[in-house]
């Protein structure tokens, strides 16, 4: 993840993503790794930055990977937060200002103090579970001596203690945290961070990827298809209940190389960033994509052999597709277009906050673990406008093109503001490998022998067709099956807004 200059190590920077904020936090050069879950530290300087900018909806900390924190648990640490710089404003209440001035505050004030301050400055931010927990121990301690004492003084100035540690804990107990947390309460050590394990857990991914991957399956989910698109992709299909939609799971050989692997493919990235392609490169990106790749392999075995890694050629090739498919290629939409079952991908905005759709050929339409960002909706857009030598911006808020990748090929519609109030919103519509044909129609029960053979008596005679329908109807699948029933000694002409029969 690249920084502003000015974001040291350490420090943070608020990225507008759609209508979410994100709070990007540099960690860099951090040894330990960023876990709010298992760091009390970690948590208070998030709760920390989360008082200055108020607001917040992800959290995304940068170590060489990318640890990032949804919308919900986000939202619980904001709670967190905004009862941390509420409580610090009331001086009355952590100077003890309200008590009474008897011998008997004078006595206690400051052990009474120390704890109220210790809870509010120190607990609250790092540990507000061991807060509550330290609250409610103080507080039954607290009536105890109340009862052993015979001073009626020292029962006032016990008695008006126990109401302001009350008072806080009321209000620590209205929070998600521990409303999460309550059921699991009972025998927990101040200091333990394995009650948060079930609250918080961030979602891991390469920092040269903007995209979110959701790697965790949704809950009550039953998977009814799993199959593998190559050697380190893999595909599950689930069923949710409650929703008419499929989940289509993927799982990229990008989130399960070794550390080695991930060290190597960061430092032929950040080596690669040096090259700027120029424009006349993109008109070619077969060429482009072959040059990539290539410079790519060489540094990457290279990088092997420096840092005394041993790799076959065969995963060196892997390292180096991916390289090519996060500089200049178009990520995961890259992965998905390779499924030959798919048949559509959607990208709607606002990109960032919606998961990318497909049409499954056995499921229909399905929602993925996708969420690609805004970065990734800018890039393509750029691309774009780049290979097909076309402007998409408000004047021209549509652009139709063609992305052509080694394995598939893909029409594309790219949409932008005015018509698209929500900013930029992708579709890419796979061309089948193989050219439908007649026989396939009748094979798969879209036609009738009957009809096919009235279209191919047709094409013989030579009579004039039109082929019309509504979006992905399937005009242009039959139009290609009825130009294969023209014999070869013709010459066919096309006329086409994008080249997508194959003559």
């Given at each position: 993840?690249?920084?502003?200059?000015?974001?040291?190590?350490?420090?943070?920077?608020?990225?507008?993503?759609?209508?979410?904020?994100?709070?990007?936090?540099?960690?860099?050069?951090?040894?330990?790794?960023?876990?709010?879950e298992d760091s009390a530290v970690t948590m208070a300087k998030v709760v920390d930055m989360l008082v200055e900018v108020p607001g917040v909806n992800m959290i995304v900390f940068s170590q060489r990977r990318n640890y990032?924190?949804?919308?919900?648990?986000?939202?619980?640490?904001?709670?967190?937060?905004?009862?941390?710089?509420?409580?610090?404003?009331?001086?009355?209440?952590?100077?003890?200002?309200?008590?009474?001035?008897?011998?008997?505050?004078?006595?206690?004030?400051?052990?009474?103090?120390?704890?109220?301050?210790?809870?509010?400055?120190?607990?609250?931010?790092?540990?507000?579970?061991?807060?509550?927990?330290?609250?409610?121990?103080?507080?039954?301690?607290?009536?105890?001596?109340?009862?052993?004492?015979?001073?009626?003084?020292?029962?006032?100035?016990?008695?008006?203690?126990?109401?302001?540690?009350?008072?806080v804990m009321k209000m620590l107990e209205n929070t998600k945290v521990i409303s999460i947390a309550k059921p699991s309460l009972s025998g927990h050590i101040v200091g333990s961070r394995g009650i948060y394990r079930d609250?918080?857990?961030?979602?891991?991914?390469?920092?040269?990827?903007?995209?979110?991957?959701?790697?965790?399956?949704?809950?009550?989910?039953?998977?009814?298809?799993?199959?593998?698109?190559?050697?380190?992709?893999?595909?599950?299909?689930?069923?949710?209940?409650?929703?008419?939609?499929?989940?289509?799971?993927?799982?990229?050989?990008?989130?399960?190389?070794?550390?080695?692997?991930?060290?190597?493919?960061?430092?032929?990235?950040?080596?690669?960033?040096?090259?700027?392609?120029?424009?006349?490169?993109?008109?070619?990106?077969?060429?482009?994509?072959?040059?990539?790749?290539?410079?790519?392999?060489?540094?990457?075995?290279?990088?092997?052999?420096?840092?005394?890694?041993?790799?076959?050629?065969?995963?060196?090739?892997?390292?180096?597709?991916?390289?090519?498919?996060?500089?200049?290629?178009?990520?995961?939409?890259?992965?998905?277009?390779?499924?030959?079952?798919?048949?559509?991908?959607?990208?709607?905005?606002?990109?960032?906050?919606?998961?990318?759709?497909?049409?499954?050929?056995?499921?229909?339409?399905?929602?993925?673990?996708?969420?690609?960002?805004?970065?990734?909706?800018?890039?393509?857009?750029?691309?774009?406008?780049?290979?097909?030598?076309?402007?998409?911006?408000?004047?021209?808020?549509?652009?139709?093109?063609?992305?052509?990748?080694?394995?598939?090929?893909?029409?594309?519609?790219?949409?932008?503001?005015?018509?698209?109030?929500?900013?930029?919103?992708?579709?890419?519509?796979?061309?089948?490998?193989?050219?439908?044909?007649?026989?396939?129609?009748?094979?798969?029960?879209?036609?009738?022998?009957?009809?096919?053979?009235?279209?191919?008596?047709?094409?013989?005679?030579?009579?004039?067709?039109?082929?019309?329908?509504t979006r992905s109807s399937g005009k242009t699948s039959l139009l290609g099956s009825t130009l294969i029933e023209l014999m070869r000694r013709h010459r066919i002409i096309t006329v086409e807004d994008n080249l997508e029969?194959?003559?």
């Amino acid at each position: 993840m690249l920084f502003d200059k000015n974001v040291k190590p350490g420090g943070y920077e608020v990225v507008k993503e759609g209508a979410n904020n994100v709070l990007r936090v540099n960690y860099n050069e951090y040894s330990q790794v960023p876990s709010i879950e298992d760091s009390a530290v970690t948590m208070a300087k998030v709760v920390d930055m989360l008082v200055e900018v108020p607001g917040v909806n992800m959290i995304v900390f940068s170590q060489r990977r990318n640890y990032t924190y949804g919308y919900e648990q986000t939202d619980i640490l904001n709670e967190i937060a905004s009862l941390y710089s509420y409580l610090t404003k009331q001086k009355r209440i952590l100077t003890l200002s309200l008590f009474d001035q008897t011998e008997a505050f004078r006595i206690h004030s400051q052990e009474w103090g120390e704890v109220i301050h210790d809870v509010v400055y120190n607990l609250l931010r790092s540990d507000p579970v061991g807060a509550y927990v330290e609250l409610k121990r103080t507080i039954r301690e607290e009536k105890i001596k109340i009862k052993d004492t015979n001073s009626m003084e020292e029962v006032n100035a016990r008695s008006a203690y126990v109401e302001t540690l009350a008072y806080v804990m009321k209000m620590l107990e209205n929070t998600k945290v521990i409303s999460i947390a309550k059921p699991s309460l009972s025998g927990h050590i101040v200091g333990s961070r394995g009650i948060y394990r079930d609250v918080f857990r961030a979602e891991i991914g390469p920092d040269f990827v903007f995209t979110r991957l959701m790697a965790e399956i949704p809950l009550n989910a039953e998977e009814v298809d799993a199959y593998s698109l190559d050697t380190g992709t893999d595909v599950s299909i689930y069923k949710i209940p409650g929703d008419v939609k499929y989940y289509y799971h993927l799982n990229p050989p990008e989130f399960k190389i070794s550390e080695e692997k991930y060290m190597l493919l960061d430092l032929a990235r950040n080596a690669m960033l040096e090259y700027k392609p120029k424009k006349e490169e993109f008109t070619d990106p077969e060429k482009m994509r072959k040059t990539f790749f290539n410079i790519g392999r060489d540094m990457i075995g290279e990088l092997a052999e420096h840092k005394g890694f041993e790799m076959s050629y065969g995963e060196i090739d892997e390292l180096a597709q991916i390289l090519v498919r996060y500089t200049v290629g178009f990520g995961f939409v890259e992965l998905l277009l390779k499924d030959p079952k798919i048949q559509d991908v959607s990208a709607n905005g606002p990109i960032g906050e919606t998961p990318i759709f497909i049409v499954h050929g056995d499921y229909d339409e399905c929602t993925t673990n996708i969420v690609p960002a805004r970065e990734d909706g800018e890039s393509w857009a750029t691309k774009f406008r780049i290979i097909s030598g076309r402007p998409l911006d408000e004047a021209n808020p549509v652009l139709d093109t063609e992305l052509v990748l080694p394995y598939a090929r893909a029409r594309v519609a790219a949409m932008t503001r005015p018509l698209n109030p929500a900013g930029l919103a992708f579709a890419f519509r796979r061309h089948r490998d193989n050219p439908w044909t007649y026989p396939l129609f009748i094979s798969n029960r879209m036609m009738g022998p009957y009809a096919a053979g009235l279209l191919s008596f047709l094409v013989d005679g030579g009579r004039s067709i039109l082929f019309a329908g509504t979006r992905s109807s399937g005009k242009t699948s039959l139009l290609g099956s009825t130009l294969i029933e023209l014999m070869r000694r013709h010459r066919i002409i096309t006329v086409e807004d994008n080249l997508e029969i194959a003559v």
